[in-house]
């Protein structure tokens, strides 16, 4: 069964600051993975996707990268400002069969605070 | 149509009662998921359809939830004998089942149910 952690579950900083949220998974055969950012009482949107193949995906201060082998993925956050503040999602779909079929699994999220 | 859409946005019930969500997913999208979330957690994967087939539901699906996607466009998820552990947020997502847009999950605003 696979598992996604998130680390860690909580950050705080001040704007500017660079950033790097951390997400782990136990099983590596995915077919992609997704991080989503969660604004209070409101639904996911989408942020980046890595397909299994890459190695990282970037979108303007964000970037995302991916080690597969190694269960890992990091998200990058450059130059933080207070419209961040938001909770940062993980999620990895299963690898089923080649094809995009396999489900979405979370981690629990990292709660980021950027103050002024 | 630019995005999905889910009704109601907020649900307040009295336990015992029945409860229905609907979702209404990107029209090109043949894919359609319904996934719970619970405060500071992740959302967890129920069920999912492609067209009007039911694939796959989660063991978190008792019997008490059923879902169903009639005509391969709009779902429907309803709760029976509601109870206290179903308040959370239910959350539907779609996702275009071929093609370059067969990997980003794109998801509604939720609907937050809150048994009394």
């Known amino acids: 069964k696979q598992e996604v952690t998130q680390i860690p579950a909580a950050l705080s900083v001040p704007e500017g600051e660079n950033l790097v949220l951390n997400c782990s998974f136990t099983?590596?055969?995915?077919?992609?993975l997704q991080w989503f950012r969660q604004d209070p009482g409101k639904g996911l949107t989408s942020l980046l996707l890595?397909?299994?193949?890459?190695r990282e995906q970037t979108s303007g201060r964000l970037n995302a990268s991916l080690d597969k082998s190694s269960g890992r993925s990091t998200l990058y956050i450059a130059a933080s400002q207070p419209g961040d503040s938001a909770t940062y999602l993980c999620?990895?779909?299963?690898?089923?069969?080649?094809?995009?079929?396999?489900?979405?699994?979370f981690g629990q999220g990292t709660i980021l605070t950027v103050h002024p | 149509d630019t995005g999905v859409s889910q009704d109601p946005r907020h649900k307040i019930t009295k336990r015992g009662q029945n409860v229905t969500f609907r979702c209404d997913p990107i029209s090109e999208h043949n894919r359609l998921y319904w996934y719970r979330q619970t405060l500071g957690q992740g959302p967890e994967f129920l069920t999912y359809f492609q067209n009007e087939a039911q694939l796959e539901k989660s063991r978190l699906l008792s019997d008490r939830f059923s879902a169903e996607r009639p005509k391969g466009s709009f779902s429907t998820l309803e709760i029976q004998r509601t109870e206290q552990g179903d308040s959370a947020m239910y959350l539907c997502?779609?996702?275009?089942?071929?093609?370059?847009?067969?990997?980003?999950?794109?998801f509604g605003a939720g609907s937050r149910l809150t048994v009394l």
């Open positions: 099983d590596s055969a995915i077919y992609n």
């Open positions: 999620a990895v779909r299963a690898n089923a069969g080649g094809t995009s079929y396999g489900k979405l699994t």
């Open positions: 890595i397909q299994s193949s890459q």
């Open positions: 997502a779609s996702i275009h089942g071929a093609g370059s847009g067969a990997n980003v999950l794109t």
